[in-house]
C-alpha cells in the first residue's frame, strides 16, 4: 500500500508555514488516525505502522514544522509544543474530522498528551511512547549534546553508521530498517555532503526553557480522560520507571506496556511493537 503526500497551510507567530504530510489508505474514511515523531525524527519513521493500520484508518502523518519536508520557521522560538498542537488542529480541520486516534513518540508523545489534555480535544484514543509528564535533567542534558549540533558527512554511508551509533536505544532494528530511518532523515547537498533533514535550530527553545530542574507536566495529563496506552522502552532514560507507573493511577490511568532491549525510543516498526499499539486501538 503506498502513501499520498500532501502538506497543509498553517499560522503561527511569524507568519504563515507549509507543514507535510503522508496520507495513508482510504480517503474517506472517517477513522482517523494522526502518528507524530520524535524531536528530531519525521513522518517516514511510520511507514511500517502506517501500513499496518491503513486498512483500518485513514492514517496521517506529519512533519512537524522544521522537520522532513515540511517549511522551517523564520522565528526559532516558534519551535515549541503550543504552536505544533495549533498546527495539528488545522490539519485535523484539513482532513475534516470531529476525532482522532493519535500515535505519538517522545514529542509527539508531548503533543498528543496537550492536545488531550483540552477541553472539547478531538483525540478519541492516544498512544504515547517513551515520554511521560516528569522530564528528567539528566536526559535533558543527554538530548542537548546532540541536537543542533548540525553534523556533516561524506556519503550516505558515514550518515547510516553515524545514525546506528546515537539511534542505538532504538533497539535491534534490522539493516533494512536502519537504512529506511537514515533515508529519510538525512538530505545531500549541493556540494555532495550529507546532513540532517531537520532545522538546527529546533533546538534553542528546547535548550533555553531547561532550568536544570525536572520538568513537570502532571497537571496536563492529568486532565487527559481519553483511554490512553503509554509504552516504555525498558532502557529508556527519558520514562523513568517510577513516572511511567504513575502514570497508570493518574489522570486517565494509562494501560502501560514496557518493551525489552528497547531505551529511548520505541517506533513501532516491529512487529511487536506494532501489535502492541493495534491492539490498543482497535480495542472494542
Known amino acids: 500500500m503506498e502513501y499520498r503526500q500532501r502538506s497543509v497551510q498553517c499560522a503561527g507567530p511569524a507568519g504563515l508555514h507549509r507543514m507535510a504530510y503522508t496520507e495513508w489508505g482510504d480517503p474517506r474514511n472517517s477513522r482517523v488516525l494522526i502518528c507524530v515523531h520524535a524531536l528530531t525524527r519525521n513522518c517516514r519513521d511510520f511507514d511500517f505502522l502506517a501500513r499496518a493500520m491503513a486498512s483500518h484508518y485513514r492514517v496521517v502523518c506529519p512533519d512537524i514544522a522544521g522537520r522532513g519536508l515540511s517549511d522551517w520557521l523564520k522565528d526559532p522560538a516558534g519551535y515549541v509544543i503550543p504552536n505544533y498542537v495549533a498546527d495539528v488542529v488545522t490539519l485535523i480541520a484539513r482532513l475534516d474530522v470531529e476525532t482522532v486516534d493519535w500515535v505519538g513518540i517522545s514529542m509527539g508523545g508531548l503533543i498528543g498528551m496537550a492536545l488531550a489534555s ?11 511512547s517513551d515520554v511521560g509528564p516528569e522530564i528528567t535533567p539528566e536526559s535533558i542534558q543527554r538530548i542537548a549534546t546532540y541536537v543542533g549540533t548540525d553534523p556533516r558527512w561524506a556519503s550516505f554511508d558515514e550518515a547510516l553508521a553515524y545514525i546506528r551509533v546515537v539511534s542505538a536505544p532504538f533497539g535491534k532494528l534490522t539493516d533494512e530498517q536502519w537504512r529506511h530511518l537514515t533515508e529519510h532523515c538525512v538530505r545531500q547537498d549541493a556540494d555532495g555532503g550529507w546532513r540532517f533533514r531537520y532545522d538546527p535550530k529546533v533546538a534553542e527553545p528546547f535548550k533555553a526553557a531547561f532550568s536544570g530542574e525536572p520538568i513537570d507536566l502532571w497537571p496536563f495529563y492529568e486532565r487527559i480522560v ?59
Open 226 to 284: 481519553c483511554p490512553t496506552l503509554v509504552v516504555r522502552g525498558a532502557e529508556s532514560d527519558l520514562l523513568t520507571r517510577e513516572t511511567w507507573q504513575q502514570m497508570g493511577t493518574r489522570g486517565p490511568r494509562a494501560k502501560l506496556v514496557e518493551i525489552p532491549e528497547v531505551g529511548h525510543a520505541p517506533l513501532f516498526l516491529t512487529d511487536d511493537q506494532i501489535a502492541v499499539a493495534r491492539d490498543f486501538l482497535l480495542a472494542p
Open 118 to 128: 483540552m477541553e472539547k480535544s478531538p483525540v478519541r484514543r492516544l498512544v504515547v
